[in-house]
């Protein structure tokens, strides 16, 4: 029997919520101090959020690619590979430079469906020079998990990991 997905209330209050991203944004300064390899600090950034945020499913990045997004580092259960800008949730959020918060993804016209757990998201763009260069992608099993204080503060969280990240570096060097 499937259980009907329930709506997302949280445990903690709202000034304990902003104590725990206060402390999310020290520690993402703290883990990106001194380095500016992209994927070392998209990893550590989905950990991090993972470990931290409660009711999440997946937490990872989608990395531009011409006129796609394929995937890069994340938390979760395997996810799909590519996603052409404009389709899907994320291709959405890259394509308009804008974030999507869907309460319900089911009713999103072309959600992609890589987790079936997934029930609503949250995407947030991130830039470099203008112009958007990947996206944040969470997931959650509960109906309206984000709220709009969430997409502030995850907002605030992707800009100043994209300000620690260095995305023209190359992936491997052998020299
Ligand atoms: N739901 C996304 C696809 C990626 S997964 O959620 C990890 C979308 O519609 O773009």
């Not at 099993?141 to 995305?167: H, M, V």
């Amino acid at each position: 029997m499937n259980e009907q997905p329930t709506r997302w209330v949280a445990e903690t209050s709202a000034s304990q919520q902003r104590d725990q991203q206060t402390q999310l944004l020290a520690q993402l300064s703290s883990l990106t101090e001194g380095e500016s390899f992209a994927i070392s600090h998209l990893s550590n950034a989905a950990s991090l959020l993972w470990h931290t945020l409660p009711g999440l499913n997946w937490v990872g990045f989608y990395l531009r690619r011409g006129n796609e997004l394929i995937l890069g580092p994340f938390m979760g259960r395997p996810a799909c590979l590519r996603i052409p800008l404009g389709r899907g949730v994320c291709g959405t959020a890259a394509a308009l430079d804008q974030v999507q918060r869907v309460p319900d993804v089911h009713a999103f016209p072309g959600h992609i469906a890589c987790d079936s757990a997934s029930n609503s998201e949250i995407v947030v763009p991130m830039r470099q020079n203008g112009q958007v260069i990947a996206v944040l992608d969470i997931d959650s099993p509960y109906l309206d998990r984000f709220s709009q204080e969430d997409e502030a503060f995850l907002t605030a969280f992707a800009d100043k990991l994209c300000e620690a990240c260095d995305f023209s570096q190359p992936l491997i060097t052998l020299d």
